[in-house]
């Protein structure tokens, strides 16, 4: 997986699928830049959270288990382990299970993992090690997605199964399931709309590009600049009570 937001912090960081290269960047909304809110007793994101590459659930495929069409972006995924990644960071992860989130009608896809370098990775093989050695996770889980748009005056986002996670074996079926899209996706079979499919790897795709051509738009990038101090009410907590 790669890394977007590490554990505890704010920034709604994500891969910016309509860029060139499809860097990670912060998420902007009517001018400003996006942090999630902190929903009683959670503080930031409660995972490692990041994504899945060479995957895409394609917002033009109704998902048979959901009724939904996909989010138009690669799948999600939680890493549980006990360190705390760095943005961009690139880790290897087992599949433990995944929780099926219908955000504003779209299916978007969780993903339970663990990274296999964390001390107790072997200790982990489904979800349901997740529910015995980590009690209370899954289900802070579950609360965390339900209710993080709510300070935003939004409603609460719903589930597919009643909220229940889905196993290891059904995880990497959906994983896939979402590659094979990504794979028509990159050879031009399938309409990605304002999706940049520029890349170096995949060489029968007619948007590979050479070496040459990537070094240029990086170098074509503005030059980074200091990191705006994070607004003090990032860590403002939001208490409501629970439908």
């Given at each position: 997986m790669v890394v977007e937001v590490p554990r505890w912090t704010n920034a709604k960081m994500e891969i910016a699928t309509k860029d060139p290269l499809n860097p990670i960047k912060q998420d902007v909304k009517k001018g400003k830049l996006r942090y999630v809110a902190n929903v009683f007793p959670h503080k930031g994101y409660i995972w490692n959270y990041g994504a899945i590459p060479q995957t895409w659930e394609d917002p033009g495929h109704k998902d048979e288990n959901t009724g939904c069409c996909g989010d138009n972006d690669p799948i999600d995924v939680c890493e549980i382990g006990s360190k705390v990644c760095s943005r961009g960071e690139v880790i290897k992860v087992k599949v433990l299970g995944t929780l099926a989130l219908i955000d504003e009608g779209e299916t978007d896809w969780k993903i339970i993992a663990i990274n296999v370098e964390d001390p107790?990775?072997?200790?982990?093989?489904?979800?349901n090690d997740v529910?015995?050695?980590?009690?209370?996770?899954?289900e802070a889980t579950v609360d965390w997605f339900r209710r993080y748009k709510v300070p935003d005056g939004k409603p609460e986002n719903q589930f597919a199964f009643n909220g229940e996670f889905k196993d290891k074996d059904f995880a990497v079926s959906v994983i896939k399931?979402?590659?094979?899209h990504w794979k028509a996706l990159i050879a031009k079979k399938t309409d990605g709309g304002e999706i940049n499919c520029t890349n170096l790897t995949v060489s029968d795709s007619p948007f590979c590009c050479s070496q040459e051509c990537a070094k240029a738009t990086v170098d074509a990038a503005p030059p980074g600049k200091a990191a705006n101090p994070i607004p003090p009410e990032v860590d403002k907590w939001f208490y409501y009570q629970k439908n």
């Open positions: 107790e990775a072997g200790n982990y093989n489904d979800i529910r015995r050695l980590k009690p209370g996770y899954l399931s979402t590659h094979e």
